[in-house]
C-alpha cells in the first residue's frame, strides 16, 4: 500500500512564502515523477510543477520563477517551495506520484493567500 503525506499548507499574506512538503510511505519502487497539482474551488485539478527521478522538472507558467519543485530520492519526499504568492495561488494542493504507471494522490493541503 502506498501513501502520501502532505504538510505545509496554512494561511499567508500575499507576497509571502510557503512550503510544502510530501512523504511517500510503503512500497516505492519505479517512481517515474513526481509532482504537485492544485485545484481551486470551482475550477479543474492543473499541474502546478513536476520533477522526473531524473531531476527534469516542469512548471505551469503562472508560477515559473516563484515555485521551485525537489526531491529527495532517499527519503522518497517531494518539496514544493512557493514564493511571492498571490491570492491566485489559493487552492487545495495535492501531492502525486507515477509509479509503474499508476497515479497515487495525497489527501491535498489547504494553501490560501490573503490580500
Known amino acids: 500500500q502506498v501513501r502520501l503525506v502532505e504538510s505545509g499548507g496554512g494561511l499567508v499574506q500575499a507576497g509571502g512564502s510557503l512550503r510544502l512538503s510530501c512523504a511517500v510511505h510503503?512500497?516505492?519502487?519505479?517512481?517515474?515523477?513526481m509532482g504537485w497539482y492544485r485545484q481551486a474551488p470551482g475550477k479543474q485539478r492543473e499541474l502546478v510543477a513536476s520533477?522526473?527521478?531524473?531531476?527534469?522538472?516542469n512548471y505551469v507558467d503562472s508560477v515559473k520563477g516563484r515555485f521551485t519543485i525537489s526531491r529527495d530520492n532517499a527519503k522518497i519526499t517531494v518539496h514544493l517551495q512557493m514564493n511571492s504568492l498571490n491570492p491566485e495561488d489559493t487552492a487545495v494542493y495535492y501531492c502525486n506520484i507515477l509509479m509503474s504507471g499508476k497515479n497515487y494522490w495525497g489527501q491535498g493541503t489547504q494553501v490560501t493567500v490573503s490580500s
Open positions: 520533477i522526473t527521478s531524473g531531476g527534469s522538472t
Open positions: 510503503g512500497i516505492t519502487t519505479n517512481i517515474n515523477s
